[in-house]
């Protein structure tokens, strides 16, 4: 079988939005390839091993593939591709004057090839993400992730996600309530539920998402401490008052202790004063997905909504801020 194969160079600050409109589109399947030039320092702290080789691809650009059945209108596809993406401009998200490319590429089980590069990997001293398909034998003290992506964003490996995962390991002690927004691949309600949350509410505005998250917390076993929900934003729990006072079925207690969201910075000016009501006082507000040129504005609506902003880490341009309510 043959497949249409669209390429898109862009920037590294575009991908999350253009690979989901690819997506949207109808792909089978969407690769994404980061720059890996000479410049970018990688970090082996851990003993991380990296199996891909330093590509060629400019610092802070990337490139996205997507993959569409033969007989697929390419090209109506591309004229409505390009459109979302020069819409992105109204967000203040750069997208590089993005370069396409269309062809032909025969059937190599693309799907499953990328596979071979994701392998496990230690994230902190006790976190380890684990792929589904890869035998690794753990130490006594690691914390281990099983995750089987798919199509939905999270694999750990991207800075945003990374320092989510960092950050959390230091704010979840146990026994707290955390709500997850945008879960993507379900792997920081994950990384949650095994530092000892409570209970972990995960939410997604992508079915896809959902349904890899729901997979991933059953591969980890964990069905009794995360509830998986469909849900732009919070606005399931306004759904669901009587639920979310208790412990009925969205499994968390409002208020919560932690509220943690690895989503786009545009979107997370959204629903900051929404994360504050659900928040009990001395709760955390972990944020990730901002790009360093958008850090003043979520630094300023997190301070009028009335959080104290406690803490910062950055890597690659990206950072995670860490606020919390008085």
Same mark, same amino acid.
């Given at each position: 079988m043959r497949w249409h194969e669209l390429t898109v160079h862009t920037t590294e600050e575009a991908i999350e939005m253009i690979s989901n409109f690819i997506h949207e589109f109808g792909a089978g399947g969407v690769s994404i390839e980061e720059s890996g030039t000479l410049n970018k320092k990688r970090d082996t702290s851990l003993g991380q091993w990296y199996e891909l080789p330093l590509n060629d691809i400019p610092e802070g650009r990337a490139v996205i593939k997507g993959y569409f059945a033969e007989g697929t209108d390419m090209e109506a596809i591309l004229e409505e591709?390009?459109?979302?993406?020069?819409?992105?401009?109204?967000?203040?998200?750069?997208?590089?004057?993005?370069?396409?490319?269309?062809?032909?590429?025969?059937?190599?089980?693309?799907?499953?090839?990328?596979?071979?590069?994701?392998?496990?990997?230690?994230?902190?001293?006790?976190?380890?993400?684990?792929?589904?398909?890869?035998?690794? =034998?753990? *130490?006594?003290?690691?914390?281990?992730? @099983?995750?089987?992506?798919?199509?939905?964003? !999270?694999? /750990?490996?991207? &800075?945003?996600?990374?320092?989510?995962?960092? =950050?959390? *390991?230091?704010?979840?002690?146990?026994? @707290?309530?955390?709500?997850?927004?945008?879960? !993507?691949? /379900?792997?920081? &309600?994950?990384?949650?539920?095994?530092?000892?949350?409570?209970?972990?509410?995960?939410?997604?505005?992508?079915?896809?998402?959902?349904?890899?998250?729901?997979?991933?917390?059953?591969?980890?076993?964990?069905?009794?401490?995360?509830?998986?929900?469909?849900?732009?934003?919070?606005?399931?729990?306004?759904?669901?008052?009587?639920?979310a006072a208790g412990s009925g079925a969205l499994g968390v207690k409002l208020p919560a202790q932690v509220v943690v969201a690895n989503i786009l910075a545009e979107i997370i000016l959204l629903f900051v004063q929404d994360v504050y009501e659900v928040l009990e006082s001395g709760g955390r507000y972990i944020v990730s997905g901002v790009i360093k040129s958008k850090q003043q504005a979520v630094e300023e609506a997190l301070t009028a909504a009335g959080f104290e902003l406690i803490e910062q880490t950055e890597e690659q341009d990206w950072v995670v801020l860490v606020a919390r309510k008085p």
């Open positions: 591709l390009k459109r979302s993406v020069d819409q992105l401009a109204e967000y203040d998200i750069d997208t590089g004057n993005p370069v396409y490319e269309l062809k032909d590429v025969d059937d190599e089980d693309w799907a499953n090839a990328w596979k071979q590069y994701f392998k496990p990997l230690r994230v902190t001293d006790r976190l380890t993400i684990k792929p589904t398909w890869e035998e690794y =034998t753990p *130490e006594a003290d690691e914390l281990i992730l @099983e995750l089987d992506p798919g199509m939905a964003f !999270g694999t /750990g490996t991207h &800075a945003t996600t990374s320092l989510c995962l960092r =950050t959390l *390991e230091r704010f979840v002690k146990g026994g @707290e309530d955390v709500i997850d927004v945008g879960t !993507g691949s /379900g792997i920081l &309600a994950i990384a949650a539920a095994k530092l000892g949350a409570k209970h972990v509410l995960a939410l997604d505005l992508d079915p896809v998402a959902v349904s890899s998250a729901t997979e991933n917390v059953h591969l980890n076993g964990l069905d009794q401490q995360i509830t998986v929900k469909l849900s732009d934003l919070l606005q399931v729990l306004n759904e669901h008052k009587a639920e």
